[in-house]
């Protein structure tokens, strides 16, 4: 049960059964230190399945998962959460607690003195690009464009290295959409996280990416760098690369209107 | 004879038993009240932990909720230890009354929590204890505590009907009262009873609108 700690995700030949529906099968995948990789796929496809299956959510029917060269199921669950941020579609922030509270939930877990905690939680509401005086605000005064951003500062509190993300700007509106992907590509890069990000959408999924895998039917069908992807010549890669070049002909009329 | 001159004298007469059954009335809902309490938030508690068992227990309180009051006091007669006559088997009666509501009322309660948080809660490693304490629990303390208001308001009439097995309290005027065709007697019963009832309606509705979080 060696596996190279290198590697901060890997599956071997895991397969997750509800009752007699098989909702990922033989998957195989490794995640370097520091990459992002985004799972790509319509919906009910197992790309949540998959995110799950690392924080031990859920354990794996056969095969196994590591993290950090250790099998899922030997981490006490709750030590392996708190090393892996978990940030979801819905946010869950606790409505009863203030913003700061909420991005200080793990570190307070942890057992952090007070100080030191409100000072991390400055520091993350800097980082994504909130002022300090949201801190004492609860989640029902934010937008959702605001309350995504303390969902993504709530996951990075520990400073954990492995972040899972599961369609985390799904619900916004296209422009708060784009400006915070574009803010947390920056981030990324400062950081150096080693990132699962689950997303149905092709667009979202080159722009953040480093390696992409590309789930159907609960099978890994095609894992490799966005250019390796683009050259994929996988029927359901293809339907998803036609969906970005759907937005070819407006590219050429904004260059002809350009001019 | 005018209005405050019947009004002492019905004081006179009746406020010394009128106080007496009171507090044996309010011993009553207190004492039942705090063993529900005991009871009912655990198992309310354990059946959103183990979802299997939330129908089994649900239903018995349920049957316990559609046995008619005065036939319940009689069942208890004849048992030992729970039953027999006086206060204990009253006792019993409204505890296993008080229970439905809020047994119900915790696990809908924690039930409604959004699931997202709960996930949230538990994807960043929370133990159960502490989404629980922590999240669970605060969030469905509104609807937990509507629970005992109801509870709290039904064991206040309740208690009066316990009169019959020598529970005490006010049904002890009432039952008087009736008997012997005076009403005067009857209405040193009642009145305290339903203002008894109506305060803690009052004052559990005050504590539930200060401790609900509606954001």
Known sequence: MESNPEVAVKFSEVSYQLGQRSLL???????????TLVLLGRSGCGKTTTLKLINRLLTPTSGNVWV???????????????????????????????????????????????????????????????????????????SGGQR????????????????????????????????????????QRTLGKTIIFVTHDIQEAFILAS???LMQNGRLIVQGTPTEFLRSQEPEAIAFIQCLRALEPLHDLLKENML | MNLPQSVSQFVNQYGAEIVRHTGEHLFLVGLSMGLALLLGLPLGILITRKPRWSKPVLGVANVMQTIPSLALFGFLIPL???????????????????????????????????????????GMGMTDWQLLSQVEIPLALGVILAGVRVATVIAVGLAAIASPIGAGGLGD???RGIAVLDNQRILAGTIPAAL???????GFGWLEKKLTINH
């Open chain 2, 80 to 122: 030992p230890l729970l039953g027999g006559i006086g206060t204990r088997p009253a006792i019993v009666a409204l505890t296993l009354y008080s229970l439905l509501p809020i047994i119900r009322n915790t696990y809908t309660g924690i039930m409604g929590v959004d699931p997202a948080v709960r996930e949230a809660g538990r």
């Open chain 1, 25 to 35: 099968s033989d998957l195989n995948l490794d995640v370097q230190p520091g990459e």
């Open chain 1, 148 to 187: 995504q951003r303390v969902g993504v500062a709530r996951a990075l509190a520990a400073d954990p290295p492995i972040l899972l993300m599961d369609e985390p700007f799904g619900a916004l509106d296209p422009i708060t959409r784009s400006s915070i992907q574009q803010e947390f590509q920056q981030l």
């Open chain 1, 211 to 213: 390696k992409i895998g």
């Open chain 2, 196 to 202: 008894i009832a109506i305060g803690l309606d009052v």
């Open chain 1, 68 to 142: 950090e060269g250790k099998v899922t199921t030997r981490w006490n669950p709750i030590q392996l959460r708190r090393r892996i941020g978990y940030v979801i579609q819905d946010i869950g922030l606790f409505p009863h607690f203030t913003i700061a509270r909420n991005i200080g939930l793990v570190p307070a877990l942890e057992g952090w003195p007070a100080p030191r905690i409100r000072q991390r939680v400055e520091t993350l509401l800097q980082l994504v690009g909130l002022d300090s005086e949201f801190a004492q605000r609860y989640p029902h005064q934010l």
């Open chain 2, 173 to 175: 005027l009432i039952y």
